[in-house]
């Protein structure tokens, strides 16, 4: 895979535990990426805060044993952990219901956490909009982005309900490099910047406004594009029988990501994230057990 293959990731963002009918499961859509590509064998890195109670206490073992590193956690003593309340409907995808406050809203001194994450030297910043509708969590990511500066910045839009403004949408694309959104995603984001079309004419719009280099729209069952330097690079999707789409989204950033760590070509990127996405579709849970090796031998 080259010398990039071990680039260093660095998550900023919520983590906390979506309560499905049948018990908790870790997630949170940053999070999810950065499990992922620690997976992938980058080594990873994740800033949040959890509550002093027992659903930290469980969060920051299972970010331990996932071989994310649990350094840049803290522990917001007023705060509950986060949790996301799921109620799954497999024909209009799942409802969920955020907690807030939550402990990941609080992170603690962005001087401090920027000094500590200087010797980090990380070459990706992983980061979406949830969390960020925290101040201090914002100023944080844009310091990152700005002052440490990773070479590949992937803004993962993840737009929920009643949690984000077309302001923080906007402010959150200066600090990125890549944007991966859904094809709503790609209809509200257009309407924000003022573009009639979601293809070409957006990743245009975002190259020219804010430096974006790449531009990928995934479509669930339809596939994915992949928008690079005018160039425009499409996979048709994946039949599996899915298990629930929790974290198939998270699943695909990290393929993509992965891929520009990589160098892989742009088509080799896109075909490995629709491969991974529709790999974590096809099992129950945002982070579920699977291996490089059913990667390799996919479609």
Same mark, same amino acid.
């Given at each position: 895979?080259?010398?990039?293959?071990?680039?260093?990731?660095?998550?900023?963002?919520?983590?906390?535990?979506?309560? +499905?009918?049948?018990?908790?499961?870790?997630?949170?859509?940053p999070f999810n990426v950065v499990a992922s590509m620690r997976r992938l064998s980058h080594?990873?890195?994740?800033?949040?805060?959890?509550?002093?109670?027992?659903?930290?206490?469980?969060?920051?073992?299972?970010?331990?044993?996932?071989?994310?590193?649990?350094? +840049?956690?803290?522990?917001?003593?007023?705060?509950?952990?986060?949790?996301?309340?799921?109620?799954?409907?497999?024909?209009?995808?799942?409802? +969920?219901?955020?907690?807030?406050?939550?402990?990941?809203?609080?992170?603690?001194?962005?001087?401090?956490?920027?000094?500590?994450?200087?010797?980090?030297?990380?070459?990706?910043?992983?980061?979406?909009?949830?969390?960020?509708?925290?101040?201090?969590?914002?100023?944080?990511?844009?310091?990152?982005?700005?002052?440490?500066?990773?070479?590949?910045?992937?803004?993962?839009?993840?737009?929920?309900?009643?949690?984000?403004?077309?302001?923080?949408?906007?402010?959150?694309?200066?600090?990125?490099?890549?944007?991966?959104?859904?094809?709503?995603?790609?209809?509200?984001?257009?309407?924000?910047?003022?573009?009639?079309?979601t293809g070409r004419a957006l990743a245009t719009a975002l190259a020219a406004r804010y430096?974006?280099?790449?531009?990928?729209?995934?479509?669930?069952?339809?596939?994915?594009?992949?928008?690079?330097?005018?160039?425009?690079?499409?996979?048709?999707?994946?039949?599996?029988?899915?298990?629930?789409?929790?974290?198939?989204?998270?699943? +695909?950033?990290?393929?993509?990501?992965?891929?520009?760590?990589?160098?892989?070509?742009?088509?080799?990127?896109?075909r490995f994230a629709n491969r991974l996405g529709a790999l974590v579709a096809s099992r129950?849970?945002?982070?579920?057990?699977?291996?490089?090796?059913?990667?390799?031998?996919?479609?």
């Amino acid at each position: 895979m080259g010398d990039m293959a071990d680039g260093r990731v660095l998550g900023i963002g919520e983590l906390l535990w979506d309560l +499905f009918p049948d018990g908790p499961r870790l997630g949170g859509a940053p999070f999810n990426v950065v499990a992922s590509m620690r997976r992938l064998s980058h080594p990873a890195a994740f800033v949040t805060a959890v509550g002093d109670d027992e659903l930290g206490r469980s969060a920051v073992a299972a970010v331990d044993e996932l071989g994310v590193d649990t350094t +840049f956690i803290s522990v917001a003593p007023d705060l509950p952990t986060g949790t996301v309340a799921v109620t799954p409907d497999p024909v209009e995808g799942h409802r +969920f219901t955020i907690g807030s406050p939550a402990a990941y809203e609080s992170i603690g001194d962005a001087d401090t956490l920027v000094t500590r994450l200087l010797d980090l030297v990380p070459e990706a910043l992983v980061y979406g909009t949830l969390a960020q509708r925290s101040p201090a969590v914002r100023e944080l990511t844009h310091r990152v982005a700005t002052e440490i500066r990773p070479v590949k910045r992937l803004y993962d839009v993840n737009l929920r309900d009643g949690s984000w403004t077309g302001d923080l949408v906007l402010d959150l694309l200066r600090d990125a490099t890549v944007v991966k959104l859904n094809g709503d995603e790609a209809v509200v984001l257009a309407g924000l910047l003022g573009s009639a079309a979601t293809g070409r004419a957006l990743a245009t719009a975002l190259a020219a406004r804010y430096g974006i280099e790449r531009l990928c729209i995934t479509r669930g069952a339809a596939g994915a594009t992949l928008l690079v330097g005018g160039d425009e690079y499409m996979v048709e999707g994946i039949e599996v029988d899915v298990a629930d789409t929790v974290g198939a989204g998270d699943a +695909f950033a990290a393929g993509l990501l992965h891929g520009l760590l990589t160098d892989m070509p742009p088509d080799e990127t896109l075909r490995f994230a629709n491969r991974l996405g529709a790999l974590v579709a096809s099992r129950a849970g945002a982070l579920p057990v699977w291996s490089a090796t059913e990667l390799a031998d996919g479609p």
